[in-house]
């Protein structure tokens, strides 16, 4: 009898190991890895313009611009990064050099030299190119003020570098993703003039909703008197957790509010994520097994699924 009991414990005991947190995500991580082997990109009609925007700092805006620009070339696809974000952080996590003394998006912007004398191939991602940013970039949002048509020279820059690279026979660039400041400033400005779609990140925590709003009457005016066309297409739930309860609302409010522009990705809480640009790597180079690699090349794939606006 208490052999018996004790083999009914320790099964039970099995289940309910398998039913823990970790378990479903090693399970989850295991059925995306294989259905990811099997995927195909596909090259969009025309080239998409994308500007991963959001006011509020450390939602994962430069992570999500560099893993998604990555998990697009992987699939094949032609990817331009532009970074217009002083930090520079995305050009760092990309391996790109930009000093003081690299020609970067402030000679674009101020200056009106060509994007052409500005990008870089990224080392080791083929197909993928980057605009980097350098400190200069801190002092364009004076500068811009008073030049003319302050609003439209990334649209202008990127609309001239399609041309040229056609005229070249380059091949065609898949996307364009555009990484922003923190801020509504005169860079963010023209990163969503220049832009048919709009991505936010938003971070599954407490003030998501509310920075939200925001964001979104502040992208109504750039509608109304500066690009008509532009849309938000594509909402990003990342720094996922789980485990806690309050993650799974936040989630379920976006989803209730923005039913289509939501994707079914979420991108977790993940070291690897953070760890991987002090190596000058995305997540996808830096441990391609891991979740939040695996989480990154599901929401490009769901991405380029999506008609284009």
Known sequence: MRVAEKREGSSQG???????????????????????????????????????????????????????????????????????????NTSTALNIEHHAEVPSMYEVLVESAPLYEVVQDVPDMERLQCAPATINLSGAEIELVSLVARENRLRNAIREHLEEREAQGLPRLDYVLVDCPPSLGLLTVNALVAAREVMIPIQAEYYALEGLTLLLNNIDLIRQHLNPDLVVSTILLTMYDARTRLAAQV???????????????????????????????????????????????????????????
Do not use: C
């Not at 990109?41 to 991963?52: G, L, Y």
């Not at 640009?277 to 695996?294: I, K």
């Open 14 to 88: 099995a289940g309910s190991m398998d039913d823990t947190p970790l378990m479903r995500e090693l399970t989850r991580d295991h059925a995306r890895r294989r259905q990811l082997e099997e995927v195909e990109f596909t090259s969009p009609e025309h080239t998409r313009i994308v500007t991963i925007a959001n006011q509020k700092g450390g939602v994962g805006k430069t992570s999500t611009t560099v893993n998604l620009a990555a998990a697009l070339t992987m699939g094949g696809l032609h990817v331009l990064v532009i970074d217009a974000d002083p930090q520079g």
């Open 251 to 309: 989630a379920q409010d976006v989803r209730d509010h923005f039913p289509d522009q939501t994707l079914e990705t979420t991108i977790p809480r993940s070291v690897r994520i953070s760890e991987a640009p002090s190596y000058g790597q995305t997540v996808l180079t830096y441990d391609p097994g891991s979740s939040g690699a695996l989480a990154y090349r599901a929401a490009a794939f769901e991405l380029n699924s999506r008609p284009a606006p």
